[in-house]
């Protein structure tokens, strides 16, 4: 089933591919060298079959977080949600010097942050993740296209602090730098 799903997602979002035709070039340097960079990297393999028992999307989903974590190089990555460990292991292989760390309170600040949607970070975290990001900070939203989160999303966009944003369908990335033009981008991932 999931093979199935991917496939109809995959001719439904087939306009989105690749980077074509974005104009913006941080933002197409973006989807194509770290969303849909296709090119095996050193520790896939090895994370992919350790992993296997938590599903293809997890381990789809963690090594987009490898590339991300490769490409931002923060030293500290905040987690709210299930699979941490999955999370973890790609995250620090893609930076070694990078800390995950669950996210029980709200930082003061953060660089990156990824949170899966549920009732409690839709009403508590993610306003308060709003509030504290600044100019250098990432934010990955999962299941952003769950009947119950999709209005979540929709508000997100048009929030005065998101600039640019990354519609994945199975997540959503969130920039805030405020030198960059508002704008959401799908993109067949």
């Known amino acids: 089933m999931y093979y199935i799903k991917v496939i109809f997602r995959w001719i439904r979002r087939i306009a989105y591919c690749r980077g074509f035709g974005v104009q913006s070039p941080s933002a197409y340097s973006f989807i194509r060298y770290v969303i849909n960079e296709h090119y095996p990297y050193y520790a ?33 990555w905040y987690y709210y949600g299930d699979n941490e460990k999955v999370v973890a292991d790609y995250v620090q292989a893609g930076n070694r010097k990078c800390v995950v760390e669950q996210i029980k309170e709200v930082p003061e600040s953060y660089d990156v942050a990824s949170v899966k949607l549920d009732a409690y970070s839709k009403e508590h975290l993610l306003s308060r993740l709003l509030d504290v990001a600044n100019d250098e900070s990432l934010l990955v939203i999962e299941n952003i296209h769950d009947k119950e989160n999709y209005d979540v999303w929709k508000k997100l966009l048009v929030d005065s602090k998101v600039s640019v944003c990354y519609d994945l369908y199975y997540c959503g990335i969130v920039f805030f730098d405020k030198s960059k033009y508002k704008r959401c981008y799908k993109v067949n991932f």
């Open 44 to 76: 896939f393999d090895e994370l992919n079959e350790k992993h296997k028992v938590a599903g293809k999307l997890a381990c789809k989903l963690g090594r987009l977080y490898f590339r991300i974590a490769n490409h931002h190089q923060s030293d500290k």
